[in-house]
């Protein structure tokens, strides 16, 4: 019986929309091989079959640079990159049964993570997130990250800029003892701490080494693995020998060179009073360049202060002999006789002066200018006619000889006291120098021995 026409066209359309159908994608090895390793995977146990077997997580540190030290807050801001390498029991296949699969990338939220924390940690800085880690067909966990952490550290200021400082980053289980998460290196003590590849090393700070040591901290009787590296880092101190030490010598030199101002030009107090104003300004412009410390002043800082002490020193010895200078003056002239009664008694000086000067230069009463008039009777001159006018006349010239004999002594008198001061000057100049010497001495060597230790 031939087939209806109804019944044929339905089943040739039936198979027709049968072959049009896509046949459903099967799903992708890498896929599987992740819905089977998490199916049953609990990340809040850790990953061992015997759980009295020990995790043992191996830890490496590249150190990449130093962004910031705070000596104010004792801090330290570093750049590195971190790993982690554990091995995950549950975390294991047969690449053969998943296209040879052999590394893949899991979300780290998934899986478990040891607790490892750096005891130093401060701060987190701007880390980039890396949100997963690789597993190996064996079970080995790879958690590569960079880092950017503030550390706390004890710095030592002291030797600034010529310091060294030593940083530890200590690397330890929160919670779990030896027993259950020991740590290891990953690469040996030596090649980390020769390890400079990855450090930029044109910065302020220069890398020495990375010694690294494992060891073991006993609390209430259990033992807890730590690995600590640390960081070794120097200061290089060219930028701050050229902005703060050349420039506060050159005023030091310069304020030694006004020494040799003459005391009696007046310009020696007001030039060392202006080297003062620009050295204290140049020590304020350059405040925010030396580092605050809470506890201890960086030697630099000593440096500046007694810096300033000096020239305030130079300053008060200038001013002091100045002073001697223009007193000496003073006493001169009123060492003279004549000054002195004319300020007690109010007498004119004139009177005063040839009343003393007779009596001073022949106390008998005799003058040669006399005698000489005696002894010639036939002089045209008639001291009978005005008797008077001869005396005033020899009153008048001893006076005023009396007066240049004063004006010698007092200005011998000046050149001695003067004499004297540049002397006291020149003592005390040398002893300015002294000092300044063995204070320059004393900073050299100690900068020395820190910069070459």
């Known amino acids: 019986m031939p087939p209806l026409p109804g019944r044929t066209t339905m089943s040739g359309l039936n ?54 030290v705070d000596g104010k807050t004792q801090s330290v801001t570093t750049s590195i990159w971190y790993r982690q390498i554990w091995t995950d029991e549950f975390l294991v296949w047969d690449p053969e049964e998943f296209d040879n699969i052999n590394e893949i990338s899991l979300s780290s939220d998934a899986i478990w993570v040891p607790d490892i924390i750096v005891s130093e ?154 080297t003062l104003l620009g050295y204290t300004v140049f020590r304020v412009n350059l405040t925010d360049e030396l580092p605050a410390t809470a506890l201890t002043t960086p030697l630099i800082g000593v440096f500046f202060a007694v810096c300033m002490a000096l020239l305030m020193l130079s300053l008060i010895k200038s001013i002091l002999v100045v002073k001697l200078l223009h007193h000496s003056e003073k006493e001169v002239r009123e060492m003279s006789v004549s000054a002195c009664l004319l300020d007690k008694y109010g007498l004119t000086e004139s009177s005063l002066t040839s009343t003393r000067t007779l009596d001073q230069l022949n106390p008998s009463g005799d003058y040669e200018f006399e005698a000489s008039l005696e002894e010639d009777p036939e002089s045209p001159v008639d001291i009978q006619d005005n008797p008077s006018s001869l005396e005033w006349l020899l009153k008048e010239l001893v006076s005023l000889r009396l007066a240049f004999s004063q004006e010698d002594d007092e200005s011998s008198a000046q050149d001695e006291w003067l004499a004297l001061c540049t002397k006291l000057d020149r003592f005390l100049f040398r002893l300015y120098l002294i000092v300044l010497a063995l204070y320059a001495g004393t900073l050299l060597l100690l900068w020395a021995r820190w910069s070459f230790a």
Not at 165 to 192: G, K, M, P, Y
Not at 209 to 217: A, D, E, G, N, Q
Not at 225 to 231: D, M, Q, R, T
Not at 241 to 269: A, E, K, Q
Request: glycine content about 4%; some cysteine; proline content about 6%.
């Open 121 to 274: 940690f401060v701060d987190e800085g701007k880390s980039p997130p890396i949100p997963y880690v690789y597993v190996n067909s064996s079970g080995w966990v790879k958690n590569y990250r960079p880092m950017q952490v503030v550390l706390a550290c004890s710095l030592e200021m002291y030797a600034f800029p010529f310091d060294k400082q030593n940083c530890s980053l200590t690397f330890r289980s929160w919670l779990h003892s030896v027993r259950e998460i020991d740590l290891a290196l990953w690469r040996s003590a030596e090649n980390i701490a020769n390890d400079q590849r990855e450090f930029m090393n044109d910065g302020e700070w220069e890398l020495l080494s990375i010694p690294s040591r494992y060891w073991l901290l006993q609390q209430d009787g259990v033992n807890y693995a730590h690995v600590s590296f640390h960081v070794l880092i120097r200061r290089r101190p060219l930028l701050y020998v050229v902005g703060l030490l050349i420039p506060s010598i050159f005023l030091m030199i310069v304020d030694v060179m006004g020494f040799y101002l003459p005391l009696s030009s007046g310009t020696r107090v007001v030039f060392k009073i202006s």
């Open 15 to 68: 198979s027709h929309l049968a072959d049009s159908v896509p046949e459903k994608p099967k799903r992708s090895a890498l896929n599987q091989l992740t819905r089977t390793l998490l199916r049953t995977y609990d990340c809040g146990v850790r990953p061992v079959h015997n759980w009295t077997s020990t995790t043992t997580v191996y830890v490496d540190l590249i150190l990449q640079s130093v962004l910031d």
